[in-house]
């Protein structure tokens, strides 16, 4: 499965971005785009609205961005044990007076630590201002990329060397990266950051350019050596490695000049050395912009391979976008409008819904009225009028019941109970008056019917019960009997 990152770079006065696709352990950079923004057309919010629609970058790959060489603040700071695992756990409560940040504004990451002896430690830290980082991350928000790393170049950098010159993973080596700006120089033993100074060059002008070469070379020279000897105790060693990133197009030059002053074995930073690249992408950029963007695109993609920090996963990163009160407001009044546009249409959408079912309950009760009345032919009030011929049915039945101890549904239950089917009596016709009740059926044999008489005698409701004109049928073999029986009268109270 191919997964795709890309790496961010906005300098001062350029963007450059590298998408780099990644399949098993191997790397491969897809696209490369670096231009100026040194233009109100040309603004790093412009460009990256563009990335994708304009340059065929992948939207869904993951975003690595870098943050400006001069806000980002690293201190190299000496401590025991115990105080190693309170800088881990507490962060910045614990270092907020060791930066040139107001504390309640500071955003300090863990970058690595060295043991400089049984319980002495050298840990490396990294700050900026959180105003810093969320103006950062509005740039990308604004062109509608949301990254999921923020690093520091130098980090990048490390990650882009570490990948084309595994041999950096042993023993102690130096990158030095420089800009027009800044001279950046990191110390690595075994593949760990020990210690990294940033300090800022001043450039007289383009013309006295060997000027500024020299003035590098011996900035570079006189603080690595004070570096190394602050670090270690100890002159530095004359087979340490240099590898060299900058945009200097006379590197071999600066090259030379490193190892005179230095006498260490100096290397000028290839970013394709062991990361493949499409033919048409391997131009004329400058490397020094290339390797952050290549290193930060490698972060995303591989965060387990390479070594840095991430200023969005900071315990006290709060780098939301301050409330725009105006914009909120505006977004309440129109969500309240659209939930009061929808709520009264569902109320309309409901009322005609139950006037619908109204009236289809009226027209049922108006067929069920015409169903049991079909003699009725003046409707006015269905409802009405059923509960009118209901209690007129009542008054009937009640003058029924008034006159036998029994009711009608009692007497069919009765029958129906005292009939076993083992006597296979068929009823024919059943008439039922306020003093008796007449059975017609049919039996199997005369023995049957006068067991079922005997049955019949023995229910409280009957006073008496009489066969009547029994015979056998002509045309089958059935017997054809008459039943009645005379209803108990109620005792007049």
């Known amino acids: ?30 696209k490369i785009l670096n231009t100026q923004t040194n233009r109100s057309a040309d603004s790093p919010s412009d460009v990256l609205k563009s990335l994708f629609s304009k340059y065929g970058f992948d939207r869904h790959a993951t975003v690595a961005t870098s943050l400006p060489n001069n806000a980002v603040f690293f201190r190299s700071l000496e401590t025991d044990y115990v105080g190693l695992e309170q800088i881990r756990t507490s962060g910045s409560s614990s270092l907020e007076y060791d930066f040139p940040i107001e504390s309640n504004e500071i955003v300090i990451q863990l970058c690595s630590y060295y043991k400089l002896s049984d319980d002495k430690y050298s840990v490396l830290t990294a700050a900026m201002a959180r105003e810093s980082l969320r103006d950062k991350l509005n740039v990308l928000l604004d062109a509608k990329i949301r990254p999921d790393l923020m690093e520091a170049a130098v980090f990048a950098i490390h990650s882009t060397v570490a990948t084309n010159y595994p041999e950096i993973a042993t023993g102690v080596s ?28 001043f450039s007289s002008s383009d013309e006295n350019i060997d000027s500024n070469r020299e003035q590098i ?19 530095i060693e004359q087979d340490t490695k240099i590898y060299l990133v900058t ?65 969005l996963e900071a315990k006290n990163a709060d780098i939301k976008p301050k409330l725009n009160m105006k914009k909120e407001f505006v977004i309440c009044a129109v969500l309240i409008g659209a939930i009061a546009f929808i709520s009264l249409i569902g109320l309309f959408l409901r009322l005609s819904n139950l006037e619908a079912q109204y009236a289809r309950v009226k027209n ?11 003699e009725e032919e003046n409707i006015v009030n269905p409802l009405a009028q059923l509960e009118q ?73 009957f006073s008496n019960v009489d066969v009547r004109d029994i015979r056998r049928a002509p045309e089958s073999e059935r017997i054809q009997f008459i039943v009645l029986a005379s209803f108990r009268i109620k005792e007049q109270e």
Request: net charge negative.
């Open 364 to 374: 049922e009760i108006r067929k069920v009225f015409q169903n049991t009345l079909p």
């Open 247 to 311: 945009g200097d197009n006379n590197a071999t030059d600066l090259k030379a000049a490193i190892e005179e002053n230095l006498g260490c074995q100096t290397t000028i930073v290839n970013p394709y050395q062991k990361v493949k690249c499409l033919p048409e992408h391997n131009g004329d950029i400058p490397i020094d912009s290339v390797g952050i963007a290549e290193g930060l695109a490698l972060r995303a993609l591989a965060p387990g391979q390479t070594t840095g920090i991430n200023f």
């Open 174 to 201: 130096i990158i030095a990266y420089i800009t027009d700006s800044n001279l950046i120089f990191e110390i690595i033993k075994n593949n760990n950051i020990l210690i990294v100074r940033n300090m800022p060059v």
């Open 1 to 30: 499965m191919v997964k795709r990152g890309i790496g961010i770079h906005i300098g001062s006065s350029h963007l450059c971005a590298v998408q780099i696709s990644r399949i098993g352990e191997g790397f491969c950079i897809e």
């Open 389 to 461: 011929k209901l209690q007129s049915l009542r008054k009937e039945y009640a003058l029924f019941d008034s006159v036998s101890s029994t009711g009608t549904l009692e007497v069919l239950n009765t029958v129906t109970t005292c009939t076993p089917p083992e006597m296979n009596i068929k009823l024919n016709n059943m008439l039922i008056t306020t003093e008796s009740v007449r059975l017609m059926g049919t039996s199997q044999s005369f023995e049957s019917v006068y067991d079922w008489q005997r049955l019949l005698q023995d229910v409280p409701q």
């Open 217 to 235: 070379i011996k900035i570079l020279s006189r603080e690595a050596e004070i570096t190394w000897r602050k670090l270690f105790g100890a002159e």
